[in-house]
């Protein structure tokens, strides 16, 4: 029944949007609208018609995110035709895409920086390693920018930009409103939120805006009992060497833990604007943002246990604090708009998480030589074997600090210009625990007893820039604009990661540590005279740590030193970016366009030093475009594009699981985006997707070469060329019809929402050489696709005068819809994990305006 569902819910999509394909899913917001069918923008950081803006976008106004029940990021991201993303299900820990750019393994909090921007209000809110996932409500509307944004919005918008625009304090008099939901999900538990806002003007000048949430999310994945058993005995080979083992050694089981509906979340926040006009011309409006997200259990489920269920060890939750103050000035300075946007953030995440599966796995990986506890001498401070299995406590502690002040000339000259300045410091103190409760000592990073690896560090990403786009009407009904950006960066890391090192007989007693390395972590600090340990041991050099320069490490092994103590290790660059746009307006209802714009994401640091540094990565965008108003309440909108992606940055989990960053090679995404939206006479429809041909043009190869040939020892393809890049579906569409008939203060109304992607594939490589024993194996067939699916959202309601009732069901026909998926290890065969769309949902919603 699913499976002739699904295929008659995915016909009368492609049937309904004859060219199928893609994005400005545009609507409206009547209170700034000048009729109810235009949507007014701020993606050119003026305001704007939708129609008349010449690039592409997608927008959810606040009608259609209160209309389809949008409270969080996976709900607008749905709805977004162009935008695809990869997580492990927890709120907060998605990794955004945007046209097919992505080559997946981003997120690693000493990695790449993200590719598309995020923006709350005029303000960045971007962080590596996972979005800001703010709360939805009282929203005036989410505009999300295809294509390289690099010239007014900066290095982290080389793909796309997202941006979150909230309703401002409004002088004209007072109002309110209060919404309410209680859900259950099937197999699951119930859920609900608790909405608020006011909006009281204190003068004929002043007004204040208050927002205020509380949300808990059921859970609905099962962790079931089970054991894992180790290997225990080892067996010898005739000349006494380990050549294997029993599966009778130390067994654990997870009975602590066993829960039904494991992985529920709360969540709760508020914000207030404060709107001042100073005068006639000037207005300041200072905010302020809460939300604190805590969320318990795994948002993925083990697919070779069943539908919905793990099995996990330790204990897992993770919390996600955040904090924003921020201040708007506008003003005029003669007939010229001036803008000062300025914020700071603190975000703070603190995460515990099972990592049972790797020590499995590596278990299995090193069974002919007696396990992974024997192999690497896993013992108590006793000497007795202890349980290999792992627990990881990690926290990372975001700082934002941005300033933009910009200039606009008048928008009614036949000459236009926008320019400003642009300056962004944003830091992150990172800790990773890696346990083996009972560790001995001797096997433990040093000074941290049970602790088998250790990363701390601080980084610091800066970046600068001046940028200005001008517009030229050519004849009334011709525009060109030229937009340039020059931008700098200087990014910085620095601290310690990795194994400890036994301090016997001047570090030389083995085995090192508890994984038999003399490469990595304290064997890599700087001593007192600047020598890394182990040239100190080898050289008879002096054997005296340096000052740790992160405080809780043993020493610094990230660094570089000069002048007598260890500097961080430094990437720094500058360049320029582009947009040049044709736009022609044959009639006051159609408008044709092309861009030609380029957008770059910064280079960085490999922490490992026999990996080299990995260089910025560009994307250059050609794009037609259009956009037409067919008759009163009927647009049709789109765009056909061409990028390329050079010397991409790509990331993953390479030997022992630690994340490389490389340049791969190029990669050319050709697309295609489309929206048909009808209002009018109570019926809405819109129909809008996107199909995204995304492959490499040359090899991926195990080691870099410049020739891509991938030859010489230990060379081979990884990713040949012309292979698909991953995460982004092929064809992802969204439509959504609803009837409202106006019976005098009662007004009924019935909505049907449906979500179609096809299939994807969750890794680009085909081959790697496998951990330990040196067999090729496919990341790519392990991880397994994400496979297509469709959801179908329904609601039925009524507003009676200011009351709004509801009934809706998500996810109608339970769909397990693959969003993502994850390994523990990335060079093993091993457990992986689904993180699917929530399973099939009822609910009730109430609301208010007053």
Not at 179 to 200: H, L, P, R
Not at 271 to 277: C, S, T
């Amino acid at each position: 029944m699913h499976i002739a569902t699904r295929r008659a819910v995915t016909a009368a999509l492609f049937a309904s949007t004859a060219l199928s394909a893609a994005p400005v899913f545009a609507q409206e917001a009547a209170d700034e609208a000048v009729d109810a069918n235009e949507i007014v923008v701020t993606a050119q950081k003026r305001s704007e018609s939708l129609q008349k803006v010449p690039i592409s976008i997608q927008a959810l106004g606040t009608a259609k995110l209160e209309e389809l029940n949008i409270s969080d990021f996976k709900g607008y991201a749905q709805q977004l035709p162009s935008v695809s993303f990869q997580s492990s299900g927890t709120p907060g820990n998605s990794v955004i895409y945007m046209r097919g750019v992505a080559s997946g393994g981003d997120g690693n909090h000493s990695g790449s920086l993200p590719s598309v921007g995020v923006y709350f209000d005029e303000q960045p809110v971007t962080t590596i390693g996972g979005n800001l996932d703010v709360h939805i409500y009282d929203i005036a509307r989410i505009e999300s920018l295809s294509g390289p944004q690099g010239t007014l919005y900066g290095a982290s918008s080389e793909a796309g930009t997202i941006r979150i625009i909230t309703n401002k304090p409004d002088t004209s008099g007072f109002a309110g409103s209060v919404d309410g939901e209680i859900n259950t999900v099937k197999s699951g538990d119930i859920g609900g939120k608790i909405e608020g806002m006011v909006n009281a003007p204190l003068s004929d000048r002043a007004a204040l805006r208050v927002v205020g949430f509380y949300r808990r999310d059921g859970g609905y994945i099962d962790n079931i009992a089970g054991t894992r058993t180790f290997c225990g005995t080892t067996l010898y080979d005739a000349g006494g060497a380990a050549n294997g083992c029993l599966r009778d050694g130390i067994s654990m089981n997870n009975a602590r833990f066993v829960e039904k509906n494991y992985n529920d979340t709360e969540s709760y926040g508020a914000r207030a604007a404060l709107k001042v006009d100073l005068d006639d011309n000037w207005t300041v409006t200072p905010t302020v943002m809460y939300q604190n997200t805590k969320s318990n259990g795994s948002y993925g489920y083990d697919d070779s246990l069943g539908d919905l269920q793990v099995q996990h060890f330790f204990p897992e939750y993770r919390s996600d604090k955040f904090i924003q103050a921020a201040l708007t000035i506008e003003g005029k300075i003669g007939n010229w708009d001036v803008t000062y946007a300025g914020a700071y953030l603190d975000r703070k995440t603190f995460s515990s998480s099972d990592y049972t599966d790797y020590a499995e796995a590596y278990d299995s990986l090193y069974e002919s030589v007696g396990g992974l506890a024997y192999y690497f001498a896993y013992t108590d401070a006793l000497g007795n074997t202890t349980n290999p299995a792992q627990l990881v406590i990690g926290s990372d502690h975001f700082k934002k600090l941005s300033q933009e002040l910009r200039f606009s000339s008048p928008a009614d000259k036949p000459l236009r210009m926008v320019a400003g300045a642009f300056f962004q410091r944003q830091s992150n103190d990172i800790f990773q625990d890696y346990q083996i409760p009972n560790l001995g000592p001797l096997m433990s990073v040093n000074g941290n007893p049970g602790t088998l690896w250790l990363t701390k560090q601080h980084r610091v990403d800066k970046d600068y820039a001046l940028f200005g786009e001008v517009s030229y009407d050519i004849m009334e009904n011709l525009t060109l604009t030229a937009g340039v950006r020059g931008f700098k960066y200087d990014n910085t890391l620095i601290g310690f990661f990795g194994f400890g090192r036994n301090p016997g007989n001047g570090y030389t007693d083995t085995p090192y540590n508890g994984a038999w390395s003399s490469r990595t972590g304290v064997a890599g600090c700087f001593t007192t005279t600047g020598d890394r340990l182990r040239n100190a041991i080898a050289t008879g050099g002096a054997l005296t740590f340096a000052p740790g320069a992160i405080p809780g490490t043993p020493c610094t092994n990230l660094g570089t030193w000069a002048n007598g103590k260890v500097n961080p290790v430094q990437a720094k660059g500058d360049g320029a970016t582009y947009r040049f746009n044709l736009n022609w307006k044959p009639t006051n209802s159609v408008m044709l366009y092309g861009t030609v714009s380029k957008g770059f994401r910064p280079g960085g640091i490999n922490r490992r030093a026999d990996v080299a540094p990995y260089a910025p990565d560009y994307l250059i965008n050609f794009e037609l475009g259009w956009k037409t108003t067919l008759a009163p309440g009927l647009r049709f909108n789109g765009a056909v594009y061409q990028q390329e992606w050079k010397d991409f940055q790509f990331s993953f989990l390479g030997a022992n699981s630690f994340t490389e960053i490389h340049n791969g090679p190029d990669a050319r995404i050709k697309g295609v985006e489309m929206d048909l939206t009808y209002n009018g006479g109570g019926l809405f429809f819109n129909v809008a997707g996107s199909y995204t041909d995304a492959k490499t043009l040359q090899n991926l190869c195990i080691i870099d070469d410049p020739t891509y040939a991938c030859t010489g020892p230990g060379n081979m393809i990884s990713a040949p060329k012309g292979i698909r890049l991953p995460i982004t579906p092929k064809w992802k569409v969204s439509s959504t019809l609803r009837y409202t008939a106006d019976m005098g203060s009662v007004k009924p109304y019935g909505q049907i929402n449906v979500a179609y992607q096809s299939k994807a594939a969750s890794d680009i490589r085909t081959a790697v050489y496998e951990t330990f024993s040196g067999n090729v194996i496919s990341p790519a067939a392990n991880l397994g696709d994400l496979e297509q699916f469709a959801t179908v959202n329904l609601a039925v309601g009524a507003d009676i005068g200011k009351l709004n009732l509801e009934f809706f069901v998500a996810n109608l026909f339970d769909e397990r819809g693959q969003l993502s998926r994850f390994q523990q290890c990335g060079s093993c065969a091993q457990r992986g994990y689904v993180v699917p769309v929530t399973p099939r949902t009822f609910g009730l919603r109430a609301g208010i305006d007053f």
